[in-house]
Nanobody, 115 residues
Framework: QAQLMESGGGLVQPGGSLRLSCAGS????????LSWYRQAPGKERELVAT???????TYADSVKGRFIISKDNAANTGSLQMNGLKPEDTATYYC?????????WGHGTQVTVSS
């Protein structure tokens, strides 16, 4: 059974950095674009960043220039480097691997940006 597991969340001060990781089992990252979503309390889940199967990256305007998404197909892992964090980045962050046949989600990791 395919699983995704996020890690690396926590409490950080404004302007700080965090690196989120996504570990996959039971699926091959090579065949999937990988995305990070986030959901803040009372808000809808939003797409933060995506890396395609060929390495093309796209970002939400709100994180462009601050966040970097990457994927290691050999290790079956993905990451989201988050720099210059702002209080409005506070949310639960989810890893997603989706292709034409399957749609896999992790359980999320909490990121809180506060002084």
């Amino acid at each position: 059974q395919a699983q995704l597991m996020e890690s690396g969340g926590g409490l950080v001060q404004p302007g700080g950095s965090l690196r989120l990781s996504c570990a996959g089992s039971g699926l091959a990252f090579y065949f999937y674009p990988l995305s990070w979503y986030r959901q803040a309390p009372g808000k809808e889940r939003e797409l933060v960043a995506t890396i395609s199967t060929v390495g093309t990256t796209t970002y939400a305007d709100s994180v462009k220039g601050r966040f970097i998404i990457s994927k290691d197909n050999a290790a079956n892992t993905g990451s989201l480097q988050m720099n210059g964090l702002k209080p409005e980045d506070t949310a639960t962050y989810y890893c997603n691997a989706r292709n034409s046949r399957y749609d896999h989600w992790g359980h999320g990791t909490q990121v809180t940006v506060s002084s």
